[in-house]
């Protein structure tokens, strides 16, 4: 089958794009409000952008909370959400009013960061704490802007539970993060880890 996006015919009974660019990983985003409270989300339009330096983005359908608290504050952690987490993950994803934390909707401990002020997920396995770099709302081939919003920071600390170390890397088959495959269905990347070696480089 083949369809333009401009007319999305796909004659499907949902819409197919988000389970096509999948399995994407869950950035579980803690935030602090310039009132005092606390915001946990996630979002599934999250990556790693850069290494050197060290960049990660969420992306924001919408002006919510996130957004707002990392505009103000220009600081946000990102939580690695876990299998044994999931529950808690999904009881975050809560609409709820602004100033209402999601930590203690979900049962969860809230731990300020070492060095930015925002909370993390302290039953987390790895957490990343970063500052705001650039928040961009990108536009559409027509030149209009889209209803996103990209927050881009750069890592400025990292924690890792020593409980998913194993010689000296983290063991995916033990941290089993999950992500979004489109729909409602979820993946465990825990459950079939394997290793491949990039191919040589050709000489000559």
């Known amino acids: 089958m083949f369809y333009t996006t401009d007319t999305n015919q796909h004659g499907l009974k949902h819409d197919p794009f988000k389970a096509i660019v999948a399995p ?7 935030t602090k409000g310039r009132d005092g409270s606390l ?37 946000f952690t990102a939580s690695l959400a876990s299998r ?7 009881a975050s994803s809560a609409a709820v009013e602004y100033g209402v934390s999601e930590f203690e909707l979900s049962g969860l401990t809230a731990k300020m960061a070492v060095t930015v ?10 957490v990343l704490e970063c500052r705001v770099t650039e928040i961009i709302n990108p536009k559409g081939l027509d030149g209009e802007a889209s209803d996103s919003f990209m927050v881009l920071g750069e890592v400025t600390g990292i924690h890792i539970s020593e409980t998913i170390l194993r ?28 290793q491949m070696s990039r191919p040589a480089v050709a000489r000559g």
Do not use: C
């Open 39 to 75: 915001n946990l989300s996630p979002y599934s339009f999250f990556n790693i952008v850069s290494d050197q330096p060290k960049l990660v983005m969420f992306s924001s359908s919408g002006r919510k909370h996130s957004l707002k608290n990392a505009e103000e504050t220009g600081v």
């Open 84 to 90: 044994h987490l999931a529950e808690q993950v999904n």
């Open 167 to 194: 010689d000296g890397r983290i063991d995916m088959s033990l941290a089993k993060p999950i992500a979004r495959m489109g729909y409602m269905d979820y993946a465990d990347g825990g459950t079939d880890v394997f």
């Open 117 to 126: 002020d925002a909370p993390f997920v302290a039953e987390a396995y790895t």
């Open 24 to 30: 994407r990983p869950i950035g579980w985003i803690g």
